[in-house]
């Protein structure tokens, strides 16, 4: 399934640990857009926007690295990270993200996603159609 995004991060959000199942490109359209790589491996073009070509591959676990507009971070599904938006303005990032057929878009990283609990502690909680 292939899913265009536009993903607007107000300043000061951040989103918790989580992966994606399958590819993901994410370039920046505006603002200044953190990303934290925890698991796997990144892969980053400055200046992408803008004919850029270098890639540097982002390994290092716990490495945050500040996109601006223009450059652009893509990864496979084995990757584990979080976002921010690193300024004061609002950060606008665009996202192509071709993943399998049936998964969620997102998925928090140590939950399994396939499981549906019948029950949680305040009752009843209402299964997907």
Request: hydrophobic share 40%; glycine share 12%.
């Amino acid at each position: 399934t292939v899913y265009t995004v536009r993903f607007t991060i107000q300043p000061g959000s951040e989103i918790f640990p989580h992966g994606h199942p399958g590819t993901t490109v994410l370039p920046v359209a505006s603002g200044s857009f953190g990303w934290t790589l925890i698991e796997g491996t990144a892969h980053v073009i400055r200046g992408a926007g803008s004919g850029g070509t270098a890639v540097e591959d982002v390994t290092a676990r716990n490495t945050e690295v500040i996109l601006a507009p223009g450059d652009t971070i893509s990864y496979e599904s084995d990757v584990i990270h979080t976002a921010r938006n690193a300024g004061d303005d609002v950060a606008i990032v665009m996202g192509t993200l071709i993943l399998e057929a049936g998964q969620p878009l997102l998925m928090p990283a140590g939950m399994d996603m396939s499981a549906t609990p019948a029950t949680s502690p305040v009752g009843e909680i209402p299964r997907r159609i």
